[in-house]
């Protein structure tokens, strides 16, 4: 048995309580030869017992001494006991309550000990399971979230697929080679949609903004995060565009592009 799990058993307060069964005290003898940080642990249970044992021990009410001799009277015609058997009878009998009264607050501590033992096991099983069912909350919300966008995905999908979508590929600038994107653009209904293959990792407080070039003026095409792989809808008009491009601005975007910070950028065929 390993030292933490011997600790928990409760074995090493039985047997100082001397209320192990042999086989138990053969075990917890060879748990303090084995792990000598035990012997100290056991002299500080050990104490503790003596302490509680003091603290509530209780003296025999006054009086007690004569009601006994009071009972120790005797016919005339029987000789009267010595003095010192009294005495004694006195001793062995106070001798015996203080036992009784050790015994009884003992054996009171050690079920109140293996109580606490079982009731802080069953706090911990109630914590797990408390751990548990939030897991399971939170995985079934993920799980319905994750439904909700793949539905949103494959709806997205079939609309660049069903109606009359131009596919242009951005590929990256010198200061980010393996920068990939591809927009969707409806011409007739405006609509921009972008799918990130291959970008690069966004600075902290930094979003990507798309930016449709018409008539030789950038025109600002909306802000996104790194959602690899998820198309993206602009909710802006970009007109006749003739060229795409990403740049990395400041969370919130820009009102012109900062050209240094060009990631991907992509001419419309045909324009």
């Known amino acids: 048995m390993k030292l933490e799990e011997f600790k ?15 086989d138990e005290k053969v075990l917890v003898e060879e748990h303090l030869e084995l792990y000598p940080s ?26 007690l001494d004569l009601k006994i001799k009071n009972q120790l009277v005797f016919k005339p015609e029987i000789k009267v006991i010595p003095t010192i058997a009294k005495n004694d009878a006195h001793k062995n009998y106070l001798n015996f309550y203080k036992i009784s009264l050790a015994a ?44 909700i966008e793949l539905a949103d995905l494959n709806q997205n999908f079939k609309k660049i697929s069903a109606e009359d979508f131009i596919q242009i590929k951005l590929t990256g600038t010198e200061k980010y080679p393996t920068a990939q994107m591809k927009v969707y653009w409806n011409k007739e209904s405006k609509e921009t949609f972008i799918s990130l293959i291959q970008i690069p990792q966004l600075p902290l407080g930094k979003q990507f903004q798309l ?47 900062t050209l240094s910070e060009m990631v991907v950028a992509g001419k419309v065929i045909g324009s």
């Open 38 to 63: 035990l012997l100290i642990e056991l002299d500080e249970i050990s104490a503790a017992l003596e302490n509680y044992s003091e603290l509530y021990a209780e003296m025999p009410p006054k009086g």
């Open 211 to 257: 930016w449709a070039l018409v008539n030789g003026k950038p025109i600002n095409a909306g802000v996104f995060d790194s959602l690899q792989g998820i198309l993206i809808l602009s909710d802006i008009s970009t007109l006749q565009a003739d060229l795409f491009a990403v740049t990395i601005e400041d969370k919130g975007g820009s009102v012109s592009p």
């Open 104 to 147: 009884s607050l003992l054996a009171v501590l050690g079920l109140s000990i293996i109580l606490y033992f079982t009731q802080s096991k069953l706090k911990d099983t109630e914590k797990q399971l408390a751990s548990l069912n939030q897991e399971k909350v939170l995985l079934s919300e993920n799980v319905n979230r994750a439904s």
């Open 8 to 22: 928990e058993s409760g074995l090493l307060e039985l047997y100082a309580l001397n209320a192990c069964s042999p």
